[in-house]
């Protein structure tokens, strides 16, 4: 038998959770906004964090950060207040707090078109800063990922314009930087193209070292693809191991990674028939690789257009979970307009088996995903629309945990939902 869960109409900005029901999962969503702009970009578990550009939990002193942790149901709000610009994009747990990291720049008349650097902070379980770094040059720098270095430090990753750790390239290369967890830096190095070079993920290796990937933005007027993904993979000293870089037959943005034995899965997004047929608009694209060589790949999609944001293995069905977004109505099902927030179970051959979508006619994505020691899923993004409340003006952030049925869900090993 199937409960159906009650619905409660939420408010911006109140803790009081929205219930819903997906077959075999509870669904708990949360909507939060301002007259300005806020989303959720990175997870971990019963963690989120991202950037706002309002008064979101407290007086804003610019652009700032913010991390939501839960406590069963009820979100615990921090927001930065540091005046300047501070955007949140990766979240990691450290010990009992976390590593948070992103894009600050100092106080100026207008955060949004000043200097940035990357940006690192480890922070206390009351949201507390221990202690703060900063990488970049002279220019537009950012952080975009982050990864455990087995040793209780971390690696920051993601990109910027010119000189960051040695000679660019060209416009905007990619770099990772090493830290101690006392927040000492230990290296960086730099890498790219003559192009645009864009990071988007990074993931340790197990050996001490990690993967990061990203995207060459290609000049079209000279080649047909857009986008032309990459995977390096570091060692624990900084020395570049090996580069996979995809060829011209189809655009490629590889958007996340997880690690598995000698190698490391890669998913992304691709305009053509990469590993399969070719759905339409962007397909959702899986490979595993190991030592620079593709072991085995698949691609999936609808007639319109797939996005990836974040994926996490999960050990009990033995398969991925995926977060990001679908505008195609014959893939799970009619959208509600544009693009729908999606989670999707993938089989251990990284298809799909099972999928979770939400969406509004103004426009969602998912762009954070986490699993905690539950089995519960933990993710949230951006709405244009009233996706768990009304919206609050422009841009909405939004978080939801998925919570399974042991007997009809897609997690036979999963617990009893907390209330």
């Known amino acids: 038998m199937r409960c159906v869960a009650v619905s409660l109409i939420l408010l911006a900005l109140t803790p009081l959770p929205a219930h819903s029901e997906a077959f075999g999962a509870y669904v708990t969503g949360w909507q939060w906004g301002t007259p300005a702009w806020e989303a959720v970009y990175a997870a971990a578990p019963?963690?989120?964090?991202?950037?706002?550009?309002?008064?979101?939990?407290?007086?804003?002193?610019?652009?700032?950060?913010?991390?939501?942790?839960?406590?069963?149901?009820?979100?615990?709000?921090?927001?930065?207040?540091?005046?300047?610009?501070?955007?949140?994009?990766?979240?990691?747990?450290?010990?009992?707090?976390?590593?948070?990291?992103?894009?600050?720049?100092?106080?100026?008349?207008?955060?949004?078109?000043?200097?940035?650097?990357?940006?690192?902070?480890?922070?206390?379980?009351?949201?507390?800063?221990?202690?703060?770094?900063?990488?970049?040059?002279?220019?537009?720098?950012?952080?975009?990922?982050?990864?455990?270095?087995?040793?209780?430090?971390?690696?920051?990753?993601?990109?910027g314009e010119g000189r960051v750790f040695g000679p660019g390239q060209g416009g905007r290369d990619v770099f990772v930087a090493r830290f101690d967890a006392t927040g000492h830096r230990v290296w960086g190095v730099q890498w790219g193209t003559d192009d645009d070079d864009f990071l988007t993920a990074a993931a340790p290796d197990g050996a001490g070292g990690v993967y990061l990937a990203g995207y060459s933005d290609i000049d079209e007027d000279c080649r047909r693809v857009s986008e032309r993904g990459f995977v390096l993979r570091y060692s624990g000293k900084g020395e570049l191991l090996w580069k996979h870089r995809w060829g011209f037959d189809a655009a490629t943005r590889p958007k996340a990674l997880v690690p598995a034995g000698t190698g490391v899965w890669v998913f992304g997004e691709t305009d053509g028939a990469l590993y399969g047929t070719f759905a339409g608009g962007w397909d959702v694209f899986a490979v595993?690789?190991?030592?620079?060589?593709?072991?085995?790949?698949?691609?999936?999609?609808?007639?319109r257009a797939e996005r990836v944001n974040a994926v996490v293995w999960d050990p009990d069905p033995g398969g991925f979970w995926l977060a990001g977004a679908t505008a195609s109505d014959d893939l799970f099902g009619e959208t509600a307009g544009g693009y729908d927030a999606m989670v999707v179970l993938l089989g251990a051959d990284a298809t799909p088996?099972?999928?979770?979508?939400?969406?509004?006619?103004?426009?969602?994505?998912?762009?954070?995903?986490?699993?905690?020691?539950?089995?519960?899923?933990w993710t949230g993004g951006l709405t244009f629309g009233d996706l768990f409340a009304a919206n609050a003006g422009q841009a909405d952030a939004w978080a939801a945990r998925l919570c399974f049925d042991p007997h009809f869900g897609p997690r036979k090993g999963a617990s009893r939902c907390e209330e």
């Open 46 to 159: 019963r963690a989120l964090a991202g950037w706002t550009a309002g008064d979101l939990f407290d007086r804003a002193a610019g652009i700032d950060a913010f991390l939501v942790r839960f406590k069963g149901l009820l979100p615990r709000p921090w927001q930065s207040q540091t005046a300047g610009l501070e955007r949140a994009y990766a979240l990691l747990p450290a010990g009992a707090g976390y590593y948070l990291a992103g894009t600050q720049s100092s106080a100026a008349k207008d955060a949004m078109r000043s200097q940035t650097d990357a940006w690192l902070v480890r922070l206390d379980r009351a949201g507390r800063t221990l202690w703060q770094a900063r990488v970049g040059g002279g220019l537009k720098d950012e952080a975009r990922a982050l990864a455990p270095d087995g040793a209780g430090g971390v690696y920051l990753a993601g990109s």
């Open 288 to 303: 595993f690789i190991d030592s620079a060589k593709p072991r085995h790949g698949v691609q999936w999609g609808g007639s």
């Open 353 to 377: 088996s099972w999928a979770w979508r939400k969406g509004s006619p103004a426009g969602d994505e998912a762009y954070a995903l986490a699993m905690d020691s539950a089995g519960n899923l």
